[in-house]
Every structure is written in structure tokens, then in C-alpha cells.
């Protein structure tokens, strides 16, 4: 088939767009999308045809705050909770800042482990997995380890194991540094431009950032995976993987979601399926979640730098109690 390569420049909403198209089987492109005036810029994909599509028709648009009366979440930096099947925002406060977002990275790493990889595929720890930062939240993986990645995903995200993380990062792209590239390029696609990674588990890096909004578009894509919904609503989780002799190990691990485990209570109004926890000095207590209401709609509620766990689980009730 003929490759297109060609340029056009079209203005749209007083916005100059610049684009150039390329590609061999259909094409594809993409605006930036500045999410800092987000009803100005689009993204748009044609496949083999001239249609084009706004970036945000299936999505959340958020463009300024947005505190229900009553219900102003004090103690935490920024939250947001969006409603996926209606596609509108019932509550927003400093959704576009760049924050840490500690391991609500691993969202990310478990959306691209689970677009590119295979979860039967058996990955082999490095010694790289031993190399991380003292008094991180290990799920106790060695050098020469065998699991698979589905293994690994749960580890990644019931555990939040910072290992499970490197571990998936090397199987996919060879080192950590490709998979950050690879982080940050799917980013993009998501319209996630107020976000950088530098690594696959979050722990404190000051060019690693993203904005409650940017996490609500990095989870919305991360739900459309069976496997994802599946293992972020697990509570506990018991398998055996082997070391680098052949030996069995066992992984026997509890959710690090209070609500999941019973220590804290969802809301009534509320069909808890499940979500990511966070916790470093500098990005707080985080937490994202996806509920279905009683209308049978799905949300998605994020908090992030919470003063301490109990505020952020307190604050998380009141914001999805707004759930209609």
C-alpha cells in the first residue's frame, strides 16, 4: 500500500493547528492538547477517511474548578471525580497541578504492561530489583526470580511493590530508562500533558509529575482491561513463583486499599470495584478509585497529597458520596 506523507495547516476555533500525517495502513495523528485551555486544542485520528473527531468527545473536560456547595475537601491538594459513562465532572479542585503522584504510577505501568505484553510471558528478575531506595515497599523479588507478568501485576498493584515495577519495566523495554520513554510517549496519546514519569513505581523524583485530571485519563484507558478492573479489586492474593534454582517461593499479599480490606468503609450509595493507593513525603496519601453508582454510571474519584491516610480516606468517602 502507498504511504501518505503530506502537510495542511487548518484553523479551527480561532486555534492554528500544524500537522504533519504520515503512515502506511490508514494514518493517524495528533495535536498537542493543552490541558491548561482545554476546550481550545483538539486531537483528532482519521482511518482512511476525511471525519474528524474531537480529542475529548468520549472524555471528562475540566477547565476550572468545580466545589459543590457544602462539600469542600480540606487537607488535600487537588481532587477530582468524574463520571465515565455521562462523561461530566461532578467535582474538581486543583485537577490541573503537577503533583507526585507516588504509586498511582503504577496505573501506568500496569495500562502499558498490559497494551504490549502477554500475561502468561515469564519474566526473570535483574539485579536491578534489589536497587531501590531504602525503606521502599518491596514485595521481595532477587535476582534471577521467575513469575509471570500476570504475577507481577498483582504484585505491582495489590502490593504496590516497587520491585514488581522494575521488574516489569526491564521485561518489556529492556531497562528502566526506555520504559519511562515509553511512559511518557503513552502519556501524550492520552492528552496527559501536564505529566512526566522517571520511573515505573513512583518513588520521589523531581522530574516525576502528573495532575489529578492526567491521572483520571491514564485510568479511564487502564479499566478497558478486564485483567486491570479484575486485579485492583482483589483484597488478598496467594501464588508461588520460583528463584533462579527452581525453587518455590510464595507470595502471599494484602491490598494496600483500606476499603478493599475492610479497614475503612465505602460510602452506601457506592459499588466499591476498586483502585490504587499511593503514600510518599513529598506526594502525601493518594488514592484513585472506580465505583459504579446506583444508576448504574461508572466513576472515577482521585485524591491527591492528603496530610495522612486518615484524611485521605475521610475526604474520599465525602467526594464519592456526591455519587448521584
Known amino acids: 500500500m502507498k504511504c501518505i506523507n503530506k502537510s495542511f495547516v487548518s ?14 495502513s490508514g494514518y493517524s495523528f495528533r495535536d498537542a492538547y493543552d490541558y491548561d485551555s482545554r476546550l481550545s486544542a483538539f486531537s483528532y485520528s482519521l482511518a482512511g477517511s476525511d471525519t474528524a473527531s474531537p480529542f475529548a468527545k468520549n472524555l471528562c473536560v475540566v477547565s476550572s474548578d468545580n466545589i459543590t ?36 504510577t503504577k496505573v501506568m505501568t500496569a495500562l502499558i504492561a498490559l497494551k504490549y505484553g ?9 539485579a536491578n530489583v534489589g536497587k531501590i531506595e531504602s525503606g521502599a515497599q518491596m514485595v521481595g523479588l532477587k535476582e534471577g526470580d521467575r513469575l509471570t507478568l500476570e504475577q507481577a501485576l ?3 498493584l495489590v502490593y504496590s511493590g516497587n520491585d514488581a515495577g522494575v521488574a516489569i519495566a526491564e521485561y518489556l523495554s529492556g531497562s528502566v530508562d526506555e520504559f519511562c520513554d ?22 520521589t523524583n523531581d522530574d516525576h509529575y502528573t ?5 483520571y485519563l491514564i485510568f479511564n484507558e487502564a479499566m478497558k482491561y478486564d485483567k486491570f478492573r479484575e486485579i485492583i479489586g482483589t483484597a ?3 501464588t508461588v513463583y520460583s528463584d533462579r534454582d527452581g525453587k518455590s517461593k510464595d507470595m502471599d499479599i494484602k491490598n494496600s ?29 493518594c488514592l484513585i478509585l472506580l465505583s459504579d453508582g446506583p444508576g448504574g454510571n461508572r466513576y472515577i474519584s482521585v485524591i491527591l497529597k492528603a496530610d495522612d491516610k486518615d484524611i485521605l480516606y475521610d475526604r474520599m468517602t465525602k467526594l464519592i458520596e456526591q455519587v448521584p
Not at 118 to 126: E, L
Not at 191 to 199: K, P, R, S
Not at 211 to 215: K, M, S
Open 69 to 104: 456547595a457544602g462539600t469542600e475537601l480540606t487537607g488535600v491538594k487537588a481532587a477530582g471525580l468524574f463520571d465515565t459513562t455521562s462523561n461530566g465532572t461532578l467535582y474538581a479542585v486543583n485537577v490541573h497541578e503537577r503533583l507526585a503522584p507516588a504509586s498511582l
Open 182 to 203: 515509553l511512559m511518557n510517549d503513552e502519556a501524550l496519546k492520552l492528552g496527559a500533558t501536564n505529566t512526566h514519569f522517571a520511573n515505573p513505581h513512583g518513588l
Open 236 to 238: 488478598e492474593y496467594t
Open 118 to 126: 502477554h500475561t502468561d510471558d515469564v519474566i526473570t528478575a535483574s
Open 11 to 24: 484553523v479551527l476555533s480561532s486555534v492554528i493547528l500544524s500537522v504533519i500525517l504520515t503512515g502506511c
Open 154 to 156: 498483582y504484585a505491582l
Open 211 to 215: 495532575t489529578a485530571y492526567d491521572l
Open 257 to 285: 486499599n483500606l476499603y478493599l480490606t475492610g479497614e475503612k468503609t465505602a460510602p452506601s450509595n457506592v459499588t466499591l470495584i476498586g483502585g490504587k493507593t499511593g503514600t510518599t513525603n513529598a506526594a502525601g496519601s
